[in-house]
């Protein structure tokens, strides 16, 4: 056992050195034409070999340090713990949920324009990981391409205000059902698979979106993107310095205030709030009705719920279309909080990091995906100074988070049912 | 109601089922019994619309039903247990009856997302229904338990619930008894027989427990290796040649 260890702990040391030493060891200087390759100085070499000795330590006692890792208690111990009255711990649970809304109407007005900038980009992760929630914890099928109907929402936006010069408002319930309706198309053809083969297949087809928006230059302005989109108004009141469209008003003259670049970052802000909200509690809605019932019955066990009258067709295209339908409405406010977007916003990693949360927050959670939603989104931000080690602390944190928690943060919680005895 | 002529299923090289022929009648318990590996799951497969048969015709309630998608067939009314239990495992027990009357609730999705009168009266109703089932079974106090949790014996029982509340005209049970105990043995035995007295369904059955078989079937089928060999009462059944050589060859 120990001498196991020993060898595996050096084979992992040595692979170490071999990836790390050419990576960094050596540099690259362009002297005239001719590139030469020079040894990076002492320290960096020091570092390197200091890394392997790190490594070769956490193998050799890997499975103490694992175990004393383990048996940190968790922050949210587990669920059975207390037994409080079910009416009770929901009463209590909606009335926090409640005013951590009414908090979150009434902070933008204190807090940097900065900050309610961010948290506009949470509330559209927020959306996201809802909305894929439905797909992956919910109904159980492995989505990798989730981001293309984030971008049919967003082009839709973008391209109907271009080209009709439709605004936000009438864009969202277009966009939405635009990107429900690629979902609905992307489903047929995904009906019979499962697992690893759905993930590709749906995995390639995030990209042949992405690489459609990419070419179709004529039509999308290809790589360089489409810009001007439209803030959304309010009852026809523009947030512009000057009104852009006919028949407007502006938003500063008609309260008589003077003009601030800030009206319009939180009115979007308070416009993604409260679409997350409804999100949240159509989402919260449906897993307590039949749909959201056959949504976990299928991905518990496809066999039986076949032999009970369940379609498997229905089932699987109602989930993909009900999760593409939030992910467009995501991509409308995400292309009016922009103002310009391109098929750079919409790549496998914007995939991966929406499936992250909800696998952070736990599958199936709603509250534990917006917890999730809120650390991956906000995390980077303040960890800004180490920007080039981002994707390692965010790998890392994923391992750590794997081996602790493998449940998420806030695993699901079934719905507490009272039955009245029957006679 | 139900009647199976000459079904045959061939996987390959292999005839699992080959020419078996039976018929439930209304208010019946028909029993299929026979030696591991004969065919019977496989018979219950091509009823239920899992696979479908190379040959052969499946009737129910006059209407050919071979070949039909097996969420259809459940929909007519023949529902089946699993040899190997397959309930919803992360879903309380409640959920799991829940899942099973989607058919009965107002699946509309704006309905139920307003709330609508009509949807309410439904859904009342189902959880009415699931309350009554599982006070039957004795689960009424787990109905928040999740179904994976439950002990063997329970997992069973929750099983048959669930296809109870989708108020079948034939149950389908495949080895219901298997790895119960005795006593639990007993109340199934009760349990199915009232299935039949008190709520006028008919059952198909899979089973090895002979003594259950024997006590409680109306007609017996026997099929070997796929085969069948013979058919008639439990008495009939008991005197046969050769059911005894076949059992005794098993044995
Ligand atoms: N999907 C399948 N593909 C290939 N062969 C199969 C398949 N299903 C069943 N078989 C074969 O058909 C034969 C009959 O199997 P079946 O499960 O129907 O037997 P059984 O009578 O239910 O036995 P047991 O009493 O052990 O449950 C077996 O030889 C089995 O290997
Ligand atoms: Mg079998």
Redesign the interface.
């Given at each position: 056992m120990a001498a196991n260890n020993f060898r595996h702990a050096l084979f992992c040391a040595i692979i170490t050195l071999i990836i790390s030493y050419p990576i960094i060891g050596f540099n690259l200087e362009a002297q005239g034409i001719s590139v030469t390759l020079t040894g990076a100085d002492t320290s960096t070499v020091v570092l390197v070999l200091l890394a392997a000795v790190v490594v070769f330590l956490f193998q050799l006692f890997r499975d103490q340090i694992m175990g004393g890792l383990k048996s940190i208690p968790s922050p949210m111990p587990k669920t059975q713990k207390e037994p409080m009255a079910?009416n009770k711990r929901a009463k209590i649970e909606s009335w926090v949920l409640t005013g951590i809304v009414v908090l979150a109407l009434f902070w933008p007005f204190f807090v940097s324009r900065g900050a309610v900038d961010l948290a506009t980009l949470v509330l559209i992760y927020v959306m996201l990981a809802l909305g894929l929630n439905v797909v992956v914890g919910l109904a159980g099928l492995l989505d990798l391409g989730y981001v293309a109907f984030y971008a049919v929402g967003a082009y839709t936006f973008a391209l109907l205000s271009q080209y009709a010069g439709i605004s936000f408002w009438m864009a969202l319930p277009i966009g939405a059902c635009l990107a429900a309706l690629f979902g609905l198309v992307l489903g047929f053809p995904v009906l019979r698979l499962r697992g690893d083969y759905l993930a590709i297949v749906t995995l390639g087809f995030g990209e042949i979106i992405r690489i459609l928006l990419n070419n179709w230059t004529a039509v999308t302005g290809g790589p360089n993107g489409i810009g001007g989109i439209p803030d959304p108004t309010l009852f026809g009141m523009e947030f512009g310095r000057r009104v852009r469209e006919e028949g407007n008003t502006s938003f500063h003259e008609t309260f008589g205030i003077a003009y601030s670049g800030e009206h319009k970052v939180i009115f979007l802000y308070l416009i993604a709030l409260v679409l997350a909200v409804i999100t949240a509690l159509?989402i919260r809605?449906?897993m307590r009705?039949?749909?959201g019932?056959?949504w976990?019955?299928l991905r518990?066990?496809e066999?039986?719920?076949?032999?009970?009258?369940?379609?498997?067709t229905a089932v699987k295209l109602s989930a993909f279309t009900i999760g593409a339908f939030f992910a467009g409405f995501a991509g409308t406010v995400f292309a009016s909080k922009q103002g310009f977007i391109s098929p750079e916003s919409f790549v496998f990693l914007e995939s991966a990091i929406i499936l992250a949360i909800v696998v952070l927050g736990g599958m199936g959670s709603q509250l534990g995906v917006v917890l999730a939603a809120v650390a991956v989104t906000i995390l980077p931000e303040l960890a800004r100074e180490f920007s080039d080690y981002r994707m390692l602390v965010f790998g890392a944190a994923m391992v750590l988070m794997m081996v602790w928690r493998p449940q998420g943060l806030m695993p699901m919680r079934?719905?507490?049912?009272e039955?009245?005895?029957?006679e | 109601m139900l009647e199976v002529q000459n079904l045959s299923m061939r996987f390959g090289g292999l005839l699992a089922v080959d020419q078996v022929s039976l018929d439930v009648q209304e208010h019946e318990i028909v029993s299929i019994i026979g030696p591991n590996g004969a065919g019977k799951t496989t018979v219950f497969n091509c009823i239920s619309g899992f696979y479908k048969p190379t040959g052969g015709k499946i009737l129910f309630e006059g209407n050919e039903v071979q070949g039909k998608p097996d969420y259809k067939i459940s929909r007519l009314g023949m529902v089946r247990t699993f040899q190997h239990v397959r309930l919803f495992g992360q879903m309380t027990v409640v959920e799991n009856l829940l899942v099973a009357q989607h058919r009965h609730l107002n699946t509309n999705l704006i309905s139920g997302l307003i709330k609508t009168p009509d949807y309410r009266e439904r859904e009342r109703k189902s959880l009415d229904r699931a309350a009554y089932w599982l006070d039957r079974v004795g689960l009424l106090e787990l109905a928040n338990r999740e179904a994976g949790n439950l002990a063997y014996g329970q997992q069973r029982r929750l099983e048959i619930a669930r296809c109870m509340v989708t108020e079948p005209k034939l149950l389908m049970l495949d080895e219901p008894a298997a790895g119960l105990n005795p006593a639990e043995t007993k109340d199934l035995n009760q349990l199915i027989v009232s299935l039949k007295e008190d709520y006028n369904v008919s059952v198909l059955l899979i089973e090895h427990d002979m003594s259950l078989v024997m006590d409680i079937s109306d007609r017996i089928t026997v099929i070997n290796q796929g085969r069948p060999l013979a058919a008639g009462t439990p008495d009939e059944v008991r005197q046969n040649d050769d059911v005894i050589k076949a059992y005794l060859g098993e044995a």
């Open positions: 079910e159509i809605r449906f009705m039949p749909v019932r056959a976990e019955a518990e066990d066999i039986a719920a076949r032999s009970l009258g369940l379609s498997r079934r719905i507490h049912i039955l009245r005895r029957q | -």
